[in-house]
């Protein structure tokens, strides 16, 4: 970060409507709550929520949701935005995604329950991974899809082990080969797998 607000779009796509935005000065269905500069939509708001940076206003580096008169981000203090953007558990400045928990908060909660780490170090590591991914709202999406939460169930059931060979029997999916190449990346996944374990017999023998 070099001062400048971090931005980027997020959320799902406009839609028109009978409301304007005060801020992407477009037609949309809903407004989602009033600030100090204006109606806010709801795409808007998420991408203010997501805007972290120095504030021009105080030097302090935090959320900067609001805007200058001259349409420069700012911090909630300095637009004087009354809403309520911490977390109730971690304390940081966030987005409440559910019951007053900004989204990573929410997100462990949902892979604690799922995959049951208890005293398995290596479930700690990964929920804490999943948390700490740059986009957690994709993580969430992704335990949504049926194929993603069976695959984190049978994890937390005890009935898939985290190597590379048990991997090797599940069907094909792009739940599977997402979940498998974070825990390769981050060396959790443990053993050969199969097919390399095969190619590097193959060689072997051509050496012999």
């Not at 349409?71 to 203090?77: E, L, S, T, V």
């Not at 304390?91 to 409440?96: I, L, M, N, V, Y």
């Not at 094909?172 to 095969?198: F, G």
Request: charged share 30%; net charge positive.
């Amino acid at each position: 970060m070099t001062g400048l607000a971090e931005q980027h779009k997020r959320g799902r796509p406009r839609s028109t409507g009978d409301h304007r935005c005060d801020r992407c000065h477009q037609q949309v269905a809903k407004i989602r709550l009033h600030w100090p500069d204006g109606a806010i939509c709801g795409r808007c708001f998420t991408e203010a929520t997501h805007t972290y940076g120095t504030c021009p206003d105080c030097a302090e580096h935090r959320m900067l949701p609001g805007r200058s008169p001259d349409n420069q981000p700012i911090c909630r203090d300095c637009a004087r935005i009354t809403t309520a953007l911490t977390c109730t558990r971690c304390h940081r400045e966030a987005e409440r995604f559910r019951a007053g928990l900004c989204i990573r908060c929410a997100l462990h909660d949902d892979l604690d329950a799922v995959l049951k780490p208890g005293d398995d170090l290596r479930l700690h590591r990964l929920i804490g991974l999943l948390t700490s991914s740059e986009r957690p709202e994709s993580i969430y999406t992704y335990m949504r899809g049926s194929k993603a939460r069976a695959l984190l169930e049978a994890i937390g059931e005890r009935e898939l082990p985290l190597t590379h060979d048990a991997f090797d029997q599940l069907p094909d999916s792009r739940a599977v080969d997402h979940l498998r190449a974070l825990l390769t990346h981050h060396r959790m996944i443990w053993s050969v797998p199969a097919k390399v374990a095969t190619a590097i017999k193959r060689r072997v023998r051509i050496c012999l």
